[in-house]
């Protein structure tokens, strides 16, 4: 009788987890000051699963507590000139912890729109241990590393900012064309290997 009640409250707790994400998730297309995109409607179920239409709240129900991995793949309407593509992928593992958010952006090279526009969407996450700096330190990273792209060349590197560890791809898919990926987890050591304080400083 104990055991099943235990059971039952955990069950709850971790449903719990999986609708925040998921409403962290919905609630983020809009946080992003990206109007030249539109983001479709998440998705009640996230992949790999696919449910049946009337399914979802059984499914909510039995499936949502005890998944291992899981994630939301977002695709953007462009609705301006210039934005080819713009996807983003969050990701989340055991105990429903926030694993990865990935933002690939094709549009025309621009180092300073770009730069701004991914670490709007960075800061619109809201990720666990994120400081108001931290976009600063982003923003004038992703400029630096865009700036050094030249047609037929492509760039990555690392930054770590407080406890965000991003991770940026950038590579010409055809005159302006650019594809730009940053990838951002949450990390708690240095990018030596030195751990973190409480306030993200090694």
């Not at 699963?49 to 009337?54: E, Q, S, T, Y």
């Not at 990926?181 to 708690?188: F, K, P, Y």
Request: hydrophobic share 40%.
């Amino acid at each position: 009788m104990f055991l099943r009640r235990s059971k039952r409250r955990d069950a709850d707790g971790l449903r719990a987890k999986f609708v925040a994400n998921r409403d962290k998730v919905r609630s983020w297309t809009s946080r992003w000051e990206c109007p030249e995109v539109e983001w479709p409607a998440v998705s009640a179920i996230p992949l790999p699963w696919l449910v049946m239409p009337g399914g979802e709240e059984q499914w909510l129900d039995i499936h949502a507590p005890f998944m291992d991995a899981y994630q939301w793949h977002l695709e953007a309407r462009p609705v301006a000139d210039g934005v080819g593509q713009l996807q983003a992928t969050w990701e989340f593992g055991a105990g429903h912890e926030f694993r990865k958010l990935t933002i690939r952006f094709r549009s025309v090279y621009d180092p300073g729109y770009l730069a701004e526009k991914l670490s709007l969407g960075i800061q619109a996450a809201a990720l666990k241990g994120w400081q108001d700096d931290d976009r600063h330190s982003i923003y004038n990273w992703l400029c630096e590393g865009l700036d050094e792209v030249d047609p037929g060349s492509m760039v990555r590197g690392s930054h770590r900012s407080g406890f965000l560890l991003s991770e940026i791809r950038c590579s010409w898919v055809n005159s302006p064309e650019v594809t730009t990926e940053v990838a951002t987890t949450i990390t708690n050591t240095s990018l030596n290997g030195a751990p973190l304080d409480a306030d993200g400083k090694d």
